[in-house]
């Protein structure tokens, strides 16, 4: 069964930078789409960003547009989120996703990986 690991996540001030990393179990994910959400206490989840594995333009929410970028390194097997210029609405679990590029709903999850910004 394919896994998707996250890590990189913690305790930042407001203002500063982090960056998340995601690992496939596989390398099976040449004709998929990687996507970020998060999801803050007594919130849904949400939407970040959302990548396809083989290249192309990111698709970034309003929220995070300019502040976040979504990178992958084919040779790594990874997927990267910068964060940068933080702020304590930032505060949530961040899920690394997956799913097909011609699907619409995303098939794998990471167990997530909080991020908390203070102010």
């Known amino acids: 069964q394919v896994q998707l690991i996250e890590s990189g996540g913690g305790l930042v001030q407001a203002g500063g930078s982090l960056r998340l990393s995601c690992v496939p179990s596989?390398?099976?994910?040449?004709?998929?789409?990687m996507g970020w959400f998060r999801q803050a206490p007594g919130k849904e989840r949400e939407f970040v960003v959302a990548?396809?594995?083989?290249?192309?333009?990111?698709s970034y929410s309003d929220s995070v547009q300019g502040r976040f970028t979504i990178s992958r390194d084919v040779a790594k097997n990874t997927v990267y989120l910068q964060m940068n210029s933080l702020k304590p609405e930032d505060t949530a679990v961040y899920y690394c996703?997956?799913?097909?590029?011609?699907?619409?709903?995303?098939?794998?999850w990471g167990p997530g990986t909080q991020v908390t910004v203070s102010s």
């Open positions: 990548i396809r594995w083989s290249g192309g333009s990111p």
């Open positions: 996703a997956a799913r097909t590029n011609s699907g619409l709903e995303y098939n794998y």
């Open positions: 596989e390398r099976t994910f040449r004709y998929f789409t």
